[in-house]
């Protein structure tokens, strides 16, 4: 297949000036304040259970409703109606349970110094939760919205500072995103446009506590500690696959290449309605993010519908390294009846392995995902093993 320099250029300018203008208009820092404890996660807002099966990488690889947060350029592609209300997802990692516990148990001894022990032999563990209620998704051909009133993570470490500490960082975002896709003319494929407007209430939670704190109140998300604002920005999304028919190997693989820039505003949470607090501050920036992806689509088999992905995904952001960048997955679809399908998933996030299924049984979904995340420094990485549960009407 020759592709024509004509036909490719505007590509190339496309990807160009998005990704310069990302670069040039990059504010310095999160708004982290003095003695903040600092986390070294990538947070995902909007995240999809089913593309974590996939080790995240969904840029290029997105075909349904949760393209309005991943690449909003897909929706144009969209061929029917895509609604879908998750009734509850949830994810801990396996040592979640018992360590919250145990800190009830404790606390309520009133024990400095059992509390003290407690929190030593803990020393280094990793802590990690996440919850949603009630997301709403509608998908048309064209357009999207999505109506998010519970996205709630948790991470806690225990450190040594002076004396034993839990270091808590906690979000609570409640969004509400409209976008809409065009396409674009291009003589050598198919090129497609996306943009999603999002405004962003968070809840923020940013602290230490020490054994004497906990002794008295177990209580570690309390309001005179919240900072909370709202926020309005967007997301740009570029899809682009090439016209393959005619070459000998990526014709059986059918490429297509994504690019999203994500919070290109990202000027922080300005407008604070203090529904935690009367004194609340400002949380963390958003912060401004490159998506890069590309996925592969093999040639449908019996019930199977197989592909696979690689990304590099959270350019900018300031805890971003290339093995925190990197995501790749594989997707195994089956379909035996319109109410009766589901799929296999397997990736690695972050450097860590990652698998997922789904089923679809009527208008029931049920997703399950295990993947992990990198919360350590780059001199000493350490995973964070999730598991999570999630059960929708998909419809």
Same mark, same amino acid.
């Given at each position: 297949?020759?592709?024509?320099?004509?036909?490719?250029?505007?590509?190339?300018?496309?990807?160009?000036?998005?990704?310069?203008?990302?670069?040039?208009?990059?504010p310095?820092?999160?708004?982290?304040?003095?003695?903040?404890?600092k986390?070294?996660?990538?947070?995902?807002?909007?995240?999809?259970?089913?593309?974590?099966?996939?080790?995240?990488?969904?840029?290029?690889?997105?075909?349904?409703?949760?393209?309005?947060? %991943?690449?909003?350029?897909?929706?144009?592609?969209?061929?029917?109606?895509?609604?879908?209300?998750?009734?509850?997802?949830?994810?801990?990692?396996?040592?979640?349970?018992?360590?919250?516990?145990?800190?009830?148990?404790?606390?309520?001894?009133?024990? =400095?110094?059992?509390?003290?022990?407690?929190?030593?032999?803990?020393?280094?563990?990793?802590?990690?939760?996440?919850?949603?209620?009630?997301n709403?998704?509608?998908?048309?051909?064209?357009?999207?919205?999505a109506?998010?009133?519970?996205?709630?993570?948790?991470?806690?470490?225990?450190?040594?500072? =002076?004396?034993?500490?839990?270091? =808590?960082?906690a979000?609570?975002?409640?969004?509400?995103?409209?976008?809409?896709? &065009?396409?674009?003319?291009?003589?050598?494929?198919?090129?497609?446009?996306?943009?999603?407007?999002?405004?962003?209430?968070?809840? %923020?939670?940013?602290?230490?506590?020490?054994?004497?704190?906990?002794?008295?109140?177990?209580?570690?998300?309390?309001?005179?500690?919240?900072?909370?604002?709202?926020?309005?920005?967007?997301?740009?999304?570029?899809?682009?696959?090439?016209?393959?028919?005619?070459?000998?190997?990526?014709?059986?693989?059918?490429?297509?290449?994504?690019?999203t820039?994500?919070?290109v505003?990202?000027?922080?949470?300005?407008?604070?309605?203090?529904?935690?607090?009367?004194?609340?501050?400002e949380?963390?920036?958003?912060?401004?993010?490159?998506?890069?992806?590309?996925?592969?689509?093999?040639?449908?088999? &019996?019930? &199977?519908?197989?592909?696979?992905?690689?990304?590099?995904?959270?350019?900018?952001?300031?805890?971003?390294?290339?093995s925190?960048?990197?995501?790749?997955?594989?997707?195994?679809?089956?379909?035996?009846?319109? &109410?009766?399908?589901?799929?296999?998933?397997?990736?690695?996030?972050?450097?860590?392995?990652?698998?997922?299924?789904?089923?679809?049984?009527? =208008?029931?979904?049920?997703?399950?995902?295990?993947?992990?995340?990198?919360?350590?420094?780059?001199?000493?990485?350490?995973?964070?093993r999730?598991?999570?549960?999630?059960?929708?009407?998909?419809?």
């Amino acid at each position: 297949m020759k592709f024509s320099i004509r036909g490719s250029l505007p590509v190339v300018r496309v990807l160009a000036c998005l990704i310069a203008g990302a670069i040039l208009t990059t504010p310095n820092g999160s708004h982290a304040q003095v003695g903040d404890v600092k986390d070294f996660t990538i947070h995902q807002p909007g995240m999809s259970v089913r593309a974590m099966g996939m080790g995240g990488a969904f840029t290029a690889a997105v075909d349904d409703y949760s393209a309005i947060f %991943y690449n909003p350029a897909f929706l144009v592609r969209l061929e029917e109606g895509n609604t879908n209300l998750s009734l509850l997802h949830v994810g801990i990692d396996e040592k979640f349970p018992k360590f919250f516990g145990d800190i009830g148990d404790v606390s309520s001894s009133n024990d =400095v110094s059992r509390i003290t022990s407690f929190l030593e032999s803990n020393y280094g563990n990793h802590y990690s939760a996440r919850m949603g209620f009630l997301n709403a998704y509608m998908a048309r051909p064209g357009w999207a919205v999505a109506v998010i009133p519970v996205d709630l993570s948790l991470e806690m470490r225990v450190a040594q500072s =002076v004396g034993p500490q839990v270091q =808590v960082v906690a979000r609570q975002d409640t969004t509400i995103a409209y976008a809409r896709a &065009w396409n674009g003319k291009l003589e050598s494929g198919k090129l497609s446009f996306g943009v999603t407007g999002k405004a962003i209430y968070r809840g %923020y939670f940013n602290r230490s506590i020490n054994a004497v704190e906990l002794a008295f109140d177990d209580n570690i998300l309390r309001p005179q500690d919240a900072r909370e604002g709202m926020t309005f920005d967007a997301d740009l999304g570029v899809l682009y696959s090439p016209d393959v028919s005619s070459h000998p190997v990526f014709s059986k693989a059918a490429p297509t290449f994504g690019l999203t820039v994500r919070n290109v505003l990202d000027y922080g949470f300005k407008t604070n309605l203090h529904l935690l607090d009367p004194n609340s501050g400002e949380p963390d920036r958003l912060q401004r993010r490159i998506d890069v992806g590309s996925a592969f689509e093999l040639p449908d088999w &019996w019930i &199977w519908r197989s592909r696979f992905a690689f990304d590099v995904r959270d350019i900018l952001h300031e805890n971003w390294t290339f093995s925190k960048g990197v995501h790749m997955g594989a997707e195994f679809l089956w379909k035996v009846k319109s &109410w009766f399908q589901g799929g296999w998933r397997f990736g690695i996030n972050q450097g860590y392995f990652t698998a997922g299924f789904s089923g679809d049984f009527a =208008v029931f979904r049920l997703d399950l995902v295990t993947y992990a995340q990198e919360v350590g420094t780059s001199d000493s990485p350490k995973a964070s093993r999730i598991y999570m549960t999630k059960m929708s009407m998909d419809f």
